[in-house]
């Protein structure tokens, strides 16, 4: 990118922007980082980065674009309360990069404040994948906790666990922790609305919006509707939950998502703002989680062609390696434990030609 242009976009920026203090920051629960003149990413603390997504601000002269709008209500109002605090130009559009919940659920607050002038852009997917899968989930957590909350308390009280195992002081306490969770979940997601995007592309984008090119490109992997947006000018992607501090294969496709990866290689990326994360500035994230996904992929083939099943296939695979160099502290090694299976059925539900 030539000088030229960041000066002039921090010139035009600077007359609509004021830069917090570090004592608003505080306020938030979120970090700040700009990555760029006019574009903050809100990063999600480290401790809790796996239970909502990131957000990215594109702040221009007259308008501001807002990237996944996260899922907790006091979150999403404390952004839409920073971004009000540093310019007084709208949000006049929200991109999501794919249907999770935690990154469109905060669509409808947003839709709330900013009213029909916003508009909602995201892969065309997203028109059935937010209603009919994203609202599901929580309206069935919301259930599934209404209905396990009493008995969970009373085993608590009765220091049990639902097998009969007594619990030690350490569980009671990691029990009534969980428990608190659950709580804190319901009080935030009951009655949850969704908002899907009104309006949709297929394969690429082209916009020009808050003063900046940006380029909305569709790839099949985290989900069948990922949407990197590229900001040209700046060299930054945003990436949703492609490339991620860990990936989640769950609702995955590994191959056309390896292969996704490679295609975000070509492409002349200095900052990737992730879906869950620290900002990356280097390349090494993208060729680990590439990695991972190959052996993922090249271990359940062998493991299918030679007629194994699932069970098997998830038992014998061999990707400790992948979990030392992905999983940078124990929050992670948990996650990538308990989403491993997933990930080994995806890939072998694939190899078999069994993927739908």
Do not use: C
């Amino acid at each position: 990118m030539k000088l030229m242009t960041r000066l002039t976009l921090a010139a035009a920026i600077a007359l609509s922007v004021a830069t917090p203090s570090p004592a608003q920051e505080d306020a938030y629960p979120w970090r700040m980082e700009e990555v760029a003149p006019g574009v903050f990413a809100a990063l999600q603390p480290v401790e809790s980065r796996f239970d909502d997504s990131n957000s990215t601000v594109i702040i221009g002269t007259n308008e501001v674009v807002v990237v996944d709008t996260q899922s907790d209500p006091a979150a999403v109002m404390s952004l839409i309360d920073w971004i009000g605090g540093v310019t007084d130009a709208p949000v006049r559009l929200v991109i999501n990069t794919h249907w999770h919940g935690d990154h469109t659920q905060g669509n409808a607050i947003y839709r709330d404040i900013y009213g029909d002038d916003l508009e909602i852009i995201g892969h065309s997917s997203l028109e059935q994948d937010v209603p009919e899968r994203a609202a599901a989930f929580v309206h069935e957590r919301t259930a599934y906790y209404d209905a396990e909350l009493p008995a969970a308390y009373n085993r608590l009280e009765q220091g049990v666990f639902r097998d009969g195992t007594p619990m030690t002081d350490d569980d009671k306490v990691e029990q009534e922790a969980t428990l608190a969770r659950a709580e804190g979940w319901l009080a935030a997601n009951r009655g949850a609305r969704f908002v899907a995007p009104n309006r949709t592309y297929s394969m690429r984008q082209r916009l020009r919006r808050a003063g900046r090119t940006i380029d909305l490109i569709h790839y099949e992997g985290h989900t069948r509707g990922d949407t990197v947006v590229w900001l040209p000018q700046d060299h930054i992607a945003l990436t949703g939950d492609l490339l991620d501090d860990l990936p989640y294969t769950g609702h995955g496709y590994p191959t056309p998502w390896r292969d996704a990866l490679a295609a975000l290689r070509d492409m002349p990326i200095e900052i990737t703002v992730p879906g869950h994360g620290p900002v990356f500035r280097d390349g090494n994230k993208l060729d680990a989680v590439h990695g991972f996904l190959n052996d993922l992929i090249v271990q359940a083939t062998v493991a299918a062609e030679a007629g194994q099943s699932l069970q098997a296939t998830v038992d014998g695979i061999a990707l400790d390696s992948w979990r030392d160099r992905l999983a940078s502290d124990d929050i992670a090694a948990r996650f990538f434990d308990q989403a491993l299976g997933e990930a080994v059925e995806r890939a072998w539900l694939e190899a078999r030609g069994e993927l739908e």
